[in-house]
């Protein structure tokens, strides 16, 4: 594995190695967040359950949206390749 192998799968990993910690925090601050705004109303919970279901919302959309990313990056760095490969089978 060269140098630049090596930097990108390191660059790889800091830009998509948080997902799972982006996903605990939203929904922890959607709970907290719904459970303050709960004990100052004394809504008996129902805005904790809602802060809860708003911050897993938030938190799964930043995971999908990552997915979404992580695979055009993949296609794009496939591209190359494929066209090496079609010219190669065209030659034979």
Do not use: H
Not at 33 to 39: C, I, P, T, Y
Not at 67 to 85: H, I, T, Y
């Amino acid at each position: 594995m060269n140098g630049r192998n090596l930097r990108d799968g390191y660059l790889g990993l800091g830009s998509y190695g948080t997902v799972g910690l982006e996903l605990v925090l939203s929904i922890l601050f959607g709970f907290l967040a719904g459970r303050w705004v709960d004990q100052k109303l004394g809504a008996g919970g129902w805005i904790t359950l809602f802060g809860f279901g708003l911050g897993a919302v938030a938190g799964f959309r930043s995971v999908y949206r990552a997915a979404v990313r992580m695979r055009r990056e993949a296609e794009a760095e496939d591209k190359p390749d494929r066209r090496d490969d079609e010219r190669d089978d065209g030659d034979a």
